[in-house]
């Protein structure tokens, strides 16, 4: 038995020493796998996207250019109410054409990424938080917990935000603005998937604010006394997204600017919150 023993405790220390010797190579290593993983699992929901284009095209991406998508409907109604028709907006259905022989076939695959990526968002982010958490205190991941759900469902807000409110502006001002009568538009496929994939991605991303300002105050490279010192230029930044985002019209921009003055608030607090807790965890070492 203690033979038996003695080899055992070898075979540890020479284990360990070995660990010690290719830590980086290791960790390289288990970093593929999980990188493998999420993107196996983005391919996996892109192809139940690329079977499912009926309900991808027809359901989700065409809709918000008809006069029956919820939020036109819903603005009409608010037109009315205040006497109002600029407010009814994509009141007439696009005629979308396709000019390349493999356009729409391109289109295709294209969106099936998209939508991978979206619905293996929570999933890749677990993934990359599998890899990270490890390497946390005890105490870091006590504050972390719940890291990957709030992540995901800012994400999942910001996307539902960029599909429902900022598309169907979108959709109305690049297909209703005119440089002289005599130019007609005529819509084509690829610019109009190109217009709502870039404005609802762009919205999943911008919504992880909160999230940033949460590392960013962990990491002790931004406070909270420093967000509210820059609260005005931040009013700038925001307004300057929403500007890129958004049609060049002042209502769709404040639209989309205020949630996002709303996630830098949050991000405020959150900064506040981390201040306090370090705070009191220096007061115990004094």
């Given at each position: 038995?203690?033979?038996?023993?003695?080899?055992?405790?070898?075979?540890?220390?020479?284990?360990?020493?070995?660990?010690?010797?290719?830590?980086?190579?290791?960790?390289?290593?288990?970093?593929?796998?999980?990188?493998?993983?999420?993107?196996?699992?983005?391919?996996?929901?892109?192809?139940?996207?690329?079977?499912?284009?009926?309900?991808?095209?027809?359901?989700?991406?065409?809709?918000?250019?008809?006069?029956?998508?919820?939020?036109?409907?819903?603005?009409?109604?608010?037109?009315?109410?205040?006497?109002?028709?600029?407010?009814?907006?994509?009141?007439?259905?696009?005629?979308?054409?396709?000019?390349?022989?493999?356009?729409?076939?391109?289109?295709?695959?294209?969106?099936?990424?998209?939508?991978?990526?979206?619905?293996?968002?929570?999933?890749?982010?677990?993934?990359?938080?599998?890899?990270?958490?490890?390497?946390?205190?005890?105490?870091?991941?006590s504050v972390t917990r719940g890291a990957v759900f709030w992540s995901s469902l800012l994400f999942i807000l910001g996307i539902l935000f960029g599909y429902?409110?900022?598309?169907?502006?979108?959709?109305?001002?690049?297909?209703?603005?005119?440089?002289?009568?005599?130019?007609?538009?005529?819509?084509?496929?690829?610019?109009?998937?190109?217009?709502?994939?870039?404005?609802?991605?762009?919205?999943?991303?911008?919504?992880?604010?909160?999230?940033?300002?949460?590392?960013?105050?962990?990491?002790?490279?931004?406070?909270?006394?420093?967000?509210?010192k820059y609260r005005r230029h931040s009013i700038i930044i925001v307004l300057a997204l929403s500007a890129i985002i958004t049609p060049p019209d002042i209502f769709?921009?404040?639209?989309?600017?205020?949630?996002?003055?709303?996630?830098?608030?949050?991000?405020?607090?959150?900064?506040?919150?981390?201040?306090?807790?370090?705070?009191?965890?220096?007061?115990?070492?004094?």
């Open positions: 038995m203690k033979r038996k023993e003695i080899n055992t405790n070898k075979k540890t220390t020479k284990a360990k020493k070995r660990s010690k010797d290719i830590p980086f190579l290791a960790h390289l290593e288990e970093l593929r796998w999980h990188l493998i993983r999420a993107i196996i699992s983005i391919i996996v929901f892109a192809l139940v996207a690329f079977v499912f284009k009926g309900i991808i095209f027809d359901e989700i991406l065409f809709k918000p250019e008809e006069p029956n998508f919820i939020t036109n409907r819903l603005l009409c109604q608010l037109g009315e109410l205040i006497n109002s028709t600029v407010l009814c907006i994509n009141s007439t259905k696009l005629v979308i054409i396709n000019i390349k022989m493999a356009g729409q076939f391109m289109t295709h695959i294209k969106v099936s990424l998209v939508a991978g990526i979206i619905v293996a968002f929570p999933y890749v982010f677990w993934e990359i938080w599998k890899f990270i958490k490890p390497a946390l205190k005890s105490t870091e991941k429902f409110v900022v598309t169907p502006l979108s959709v109305n001002f690049f297909t209703t603005y005119f440089v002289s009568k005599d130019v007609q538009n005529q819509i084509n496929l690829t610019s109009y998937i190109g217009i709502i994939t870039s404005v609802v991605l762009a919205g999943g991303v911008i919504f992880e604010l909160p999230i940033l300002i949460y590392i960013l105050s962990k990491a002790g490279l931004v406070t909270a006394k420093f967000l509210r769709s921009q404040i639209l989309v600017a205020f949630p996002l003055f709303f996630l830098y608030e949050i991000g405020i607090v959150i900064s506040k919150r981390i201040e306090k807790k370090r705070d009191k965890e220096l007061a115990k070492y004094d």
